[in-house]
């Protein structure tokens, strides 16, 4: 027998603003890593590397919000990819190859806080979840 969490409307509306929120900013990144880049003191590189990474991940949160049940597992690999989002954000500003501007320091770490909101009810949303035993 496994478990599945039967996914509670908290962790499905959170999922799907997580995935909103991830395609806009992958879409925007993807799409104006060269202006943004400049704008705010950040490789366009890696926001053209990062916009690309997060559209695919915003299309598994869109479609997991879609799911009346599903296994905790892939909740608990989004709630760590943005775990580590959060992580790598804060490297990037201390440690990174580039120096943004102070509207870049803005934008980096709104974007962090708002990823880590979005682990936290997550989380939440995992540990209020109802689970059901499967064959």
Known sequence: MSKTNVSGSLLRRVLLLDGVAS????????????PLG??????????????LGLVPFAL?????ASRATLPAWPVWCVVAMNVT???DSVLLLTHGPTT???LGVAF????????????ALEYA???RGTTVATA
Do not use: C, S
Request: no cysteine; glycine share 16%; net charge neutral.
């Open 38 to 51: 400049a704008l705010l003191g950040l490789d366009p590189g890696i926001l053209r590397v990062a916009g």
């Open 60 to 64: 598994l949160l869109v479609y997991l």
């Open 108 to 119: 980096v770490m709104a974007q962090a806080l708002a990823v880590a909101v979005f682990a």
């Open 125 to 127: 949303g995992l540990r």
């Open 85 to 87: 989002w959060v992580v």
């Open 100 to 102: 943004p501007t102070g």
């Open 23 to 34: 395609g806009a900013t992958g879409l925007l990144g993807a799409l104006a890593a060269d």
